[in-house]
Every structure is written in C-alpha cells, then in structure tokens.
C-alpha cells in the first residue's frame, strides 16, 4: 500500500509565506517525478509544479519566481516554498507522485490535498 501524506496548508496574509510538505510511504521500490496541483472553488485541477528525480523543475506561470519545488529522496518527500502569497492562490493543493511500487505496476498517486488560504 503506498500513501501520500501532506502537510503545511493553512491561513496566510497576502504577501506571506507558507511551505507545503508532502512525503510517500508504504511498499516502495522507486518515487520518480512529483509534483504539486492545485483546485480553486470552481476551477479545475491545475498544474502548480513538478520537479523529476533528478531535480529538474516546471511551474506555472503565475507562480514562477514565487513558489520553489524542491525533493528529499532519502525520505521520498516533496516540498513546496511559497512566497509572497497572493489571494488567488487559495485553493486545495494536492502532491502527487509517479511511483514505482515494489510489487505492482508504477501509478500516480495523490494525497488526501490540504487547504491554502491566503486572505487580502
């Protein structure tokens, strides 16, 4: 059984900061990329950030120079930074993961999302 488990979402004022964490456990041979989504009231899921085991980045734009994906494979953690908050950027945010179970086939799995409120 593999889980994403995530953590740090909670109530910011604009122009602050809050760090995401996200860390996969369970019957593990290999995490590859992962990376983070986030859904708005009303909107669909959208692409916030990946980062690949070798630590190549993608963000969206609108939040290029604000957020920083970052990765542990040690601990197969998933870590989002984020800066200089903007009241669009409430909304839930998932972790994702391309994983590499030790028995079954590689999947994506996402995590359970926690919610990131960023008051004006």
């Known amino acids: 059984q593999v889980q994403l488990v995530e953590s740090g979402g909670g109530l910011v004022q604009a122009g602050g900061s809050l760090r995401l964490s996200c860390a996969a456990s369970?019957?593990?041979?290999?995490?590859?990329?992962m990376g983070w989504y986030r859904q708005a009231p009303g909107n669909e899921r959208a692409l916030v950030a990946t980062?690949?085991?070798?630590?190549?980045?993608n963000y969206a734009d609108s939040v290029k120079g604000r957020f920083t994906i970052s990765r542990d494979n040690a601990k197969n953690t998933v870590y989002l930074q984020m800066n200089s908050l903007k009241p669009e950027d409430t909304a839930v945010y998932y972790c994702?993961?391309?994983?590499?179970?030790?028995?079954?086939?590689?999947?994506?799995?996402w995590g359970q999302g926690t919610q990131v409120t960023v008051s004006s």
């Open positions: 994702t993961a391309h994983i590499t179970p030790r028995i079954f086939l590689s999947s994506d799995y």
């Open positions: 369970g019957s593990i041979r290999w995490v590859n990329d």
């Open positions: 980062i690949t085991s070798g630590g190549s980045t």
